[in-house]
């Protein structure tokens, strides 16, 4: 069975960093893309940072230049680095590993998230 656990969210300050972590079980990670998505209150989860199975990575406006999304196959882990954080941050988030097989199946799996809070 696979498995996602996130870690590494928590209270911040404006301006200030966190690092997300998300370590996978259960499965062969490098053959899954892996994606980190947010669900701020009353809001639709959106795509945060994505990051293929070779390493081409992928930003929502929102955070293009400020996060920056790496994985560790070896650890079968991703990470999502998050630096001038903005209130306007402050969300549950997710990771999510995706595999689209050449047949068209998928599999997707996400994690139980883990909450983000930029606030002074």
């Known amino acids: 069975q696979v498995h996602l656990v996130e870690s590494g969210g928590g209270l911040v300050q404006p301006g200030g960093s966190l690092r997300l972590s998300c370590e996978v079980s259960?499965?062969?990670?490098?053959?899954?893309?892996m994606g980190w998505y947010r669900q701020a209150p009353g809001k639709q989860r959106e795509l945060v940072a994505a990051?293929?199975?070779?390493?081409?990575?992928n930003y929502g406006d929102s955070v293009k230049g400020r996060f920056t999304i790496s994985r560790d196959n070896a650890k079968k882990a991703v990470y999502l680095q998050m630096n001038s954080l903005k209130p306007e941050d402050t969300a549950v988030y997710y990771c999510n590993a995706r595999r689209l097989r050449a047949s068209g199946r998928e599999y997707e799996y996400w994690g139980q998230g883990t909450q983000v809070t930029v606030s002074s």
């Open positions: 990051i293929t199975t070779g390493g081409n990575t």
């Open positions: 259960g499965t062969v990670f490098s053959i899954y893309d």
